[in-house]
Structure formats: structure tokens, C-alpha cells
């Protein structure tokens, strides 16, 4: 079973544009990402997903020099850049991460792919009231196909998951619930305030030697738990909620 980890990355983010590839403890967004993925066991290979807009030629770039695959494909059809990194890649599993989780964790990714197969479902993902930048969902490749022959509204193209979500008569979905009382907590990076937070915990606990897990973070944050409110006034999952806006109006 090939188990291929898809990182979803571009330059043109509204909110903070070039965050893929700012420095956290001296190294771009894009890296820890990578580093970090590269100690699950779980997962076959890793590839970057990025567009073909040209802002996107310096994520290009990075992969080139850093000797990290990459598939460009539709800027705003996310869905279908997925569809057609499995297919080139020849996935039969597909994990999906974004660029705005640099501190995603290897155990965590594991031991939703070890409940994906498990169970033997279509989509599983983290769920729960889990902290914002630990985002990990793994999807079959039929899955992803037919969600990409069959989606048609907006946010089911503009993200990969919620026309496997919304149809539980179609897919067999699951989810592991890890974490209680965390949802408040926000380790992913889409505003100025979040790359401030980020800034400091890789500057508390990062080592070039090996990943610090969400442990780790946790407890930092017992210690200065002034540091959650730093970004504790942004709005959770905005860009999917846009999208469902736009879809109304």
C-alpha cells in the first residue's frame, strides 16, 4: 500500500502572503513540515502541491534545492491539484496536509493513518477539539476520485475534503478524537499574530536532532500560558467558512 503524504502550499495566502516560506528558528515553514513528516513511519512518501500561478515558482524553487517532489496544478481547484497528485504519484493513500501547520506532529499523523486503515474507511481524520495546526486527514484514492467527478459547489473544490464529509451514505468516514478542551488552542499560521506565537515556541523547543511533539507544546504553554493570547482573538477555519459564504450569496 502506497501511503503518500500531500502538502498543499502556495505564496498568495490573503491573509499573510509568503507564509509557506517564512523562517521559524532559521529554516522556512515549508522545511519543518517536511522534516516533520519524514519521521512518520506510516507514509510512503511526501510530495508539494502547489499552482501554477507564478508567485508559486519560488515554492518550485525551495523543492528543487531541497530535493522535495512537487506537483503544480489549479490554484483555486484544490480538490482536482490533489486528484491529479495521487494519480501522477500512484497513491492508493492520501494524507492531506497543509502549509500553514509547521508544527504538525509525526505521532499524531501515525496514529490517524494506523485508524484509517483500521477501520478501513474512505476518510479519517483528527477530530475533536483539537489544537488548530495539528490538521491531519487521510483519504482513499476512490475516495478522492469520485469526490473529484462528482463535487460541483465551490467549497467542494476550493477544499478536498468536505464532499467525502457531507456524504456519509457514499463514504464509510471516521474520525480519532485525541484531545478535549484544546480547540481554543492555535498552532497554525494564517495571521501575523499567529506567526508571533510560532516564532516563539520554535525558538523555546526546536533542535535540528529531532521534531518536539504536541507534549512538548502543551507543556510549554503550562508554563506561559500567557503565550495563548497572543493569537486567541482569530476566527477558526475562516477560509472554508468564506467559502461557504460566497456559496450563499
Excluded at 510512503?44 to 524553487?61: F, G, H, N, R, W
Excluded at 460541483?152 to 480519532?176: A, D, Q, W
Excluded at 504553554?221 to 493570547?229: I, N, Q, T, W
Aim: net charge negative.
Amino acid at each position: 500500500m502506497k501511503i503518500i503524504a500531500i502538502i498543499q502550499a502556495r505564496m498568495s495566502s490573503t491573509r499573510l502572503p509568503g507564509k509557506v516560506l517564512m523562517p521559524l528558528a532559521g529554516r522556512p515553514v515549508l522545511a519543518h513540515i517536511v522534516n516533520r513528516l519524514e519521521y512518520c513511519k506510516s507514509i510512503s512518501d511526501i510530495v508539494v502541491a502547489t499552482s501554477t500561478d507564478q508567485s508559486d515558482d519560488l515554492i518550485e524553487d525551495w523543492c528543487t534545492q531541497a530535493g522535495v517532489k512537487l506537483f503544480r496544478g489549479s490554484l483555486y481547484d484544490v480538490l482536482d491539484r490533489y486528484y491529479q497528485t495521487a494519480t501522477l504519484y500512484k497513491a492508493d493513500v492520501i494524507v492531506r496536509i497543509t502549509a500553514d501547520c509547521p508544527a504538525i506532529d509525526h505521532l499524531i499523523v501515525d496514529e490517524v493513518v494506523q485508524g484509517f486503515i483500521a477501520g478501513e474507511y474512505d476518510f479519517f481524520g483528527l477530530s475533536g477539539e483539537f489544537p488548530d495546526g495539528l490538521d491531519c486527514t487521510v483519504f482513499s484514492y476512490g475516495a478522492i476520485y469520485r469526490a473529484w467527478k462528482e463535487a460541483k459547489l465551490p467549497s467542494e473544490r476550493e477544499h478536498v475534503g468536505p464532499y467525502i464529509e457531507n456524504n456519509p451514505t457514499i463514504f464509510k468516514n471516521g474520525g480519532l478524537h485525541k484531545f478535549t478542551g484544546l480547540s481554543h488552542h492555535r498552532w497554525t499560521l494564517d495571521e501575523p499574530a499567529d506567526y508571533r506565537f510560532l516564532q516563539i515556541v520554535f525558538d523555546r523547543l526546536f533542535s535540528p536532532l529531532r521534531p518536539f511533539s504536541s507534549d512538548q507544546i502543551l507543556s510549554l504553554l503550562e508554563k506561559e500560558p500567557e503565550l495563548l493570547e497572543i493569537n486567541s482573538n482569530i476566527i477558526r477555519n475562516e477560509g472554508y467558512l468564506k467559502s461557504l459564504i460566497k456559496e450563499e450569496k
